[in-house]
């Protein structure tokens, strides 16, 4: 069973930065892509970011330029830097992990909620 666990969410004021993080609980990247989703208030989850084998990343149109995702093998975690936050970016954030070759296997984090300030 994999866990993965995000922190670093929080109120910023727009135009600010926060950085998430998402600690998985094996090391799992050589398999696994890892992804930011969020979900905004009454809105659908949907794709932030998401990074594969071979650090191929792939970012929602909306935070192109904005956002960057990465990962620290050895730390088994993996990144969201966002910056120039727009109120609209204000969702609960969510870590996913999905085996490549096994696409059912896929582990949510619990969210860590983006509040941002007009």
């Known amino acids: 069973q994999v866990q993965v666990v995000e922190s670093g969410g929080g109120l910023v004021q727009a135009g600010g930065s926060l950085r998430l993080s998402c600690v998985a609980s094996?090391?799992?990247?050589?398999?696994?892509?890892m992804g930011w989703y969020r979900q905004p208030p009454g809105k659908q989850r949907e794709l932030v970011a998401d990074?594969?084998?071979?650090?191929?990343?792939n970012y929602a149109d909306s935070v192109m330029g904005r956002f960057t995702i990465s990962r620290d093998n050895a730390k088994k975690t993996v990144y969201l830097q966002m910056n120039s936050l727009k109120p609209e970016d204000t969702a609960v954030y969510y870590c996913?992990?999905?085996?490549?070759?096994?696409?059912?296997?896929?582990?949510w984090g619990q969210g860590t909620q983006v509040t941002v300030s007009p």
């Open positions: 990074v594969r084998g071979g650090d191929m990343t």
């Open positions: 094996v090391n799992i990247f050589t398999i696994y892509t």
């Open positions: 996913n992990a999905r085996n490549r070759l096994r696409p059912s296997n896929e582990y």
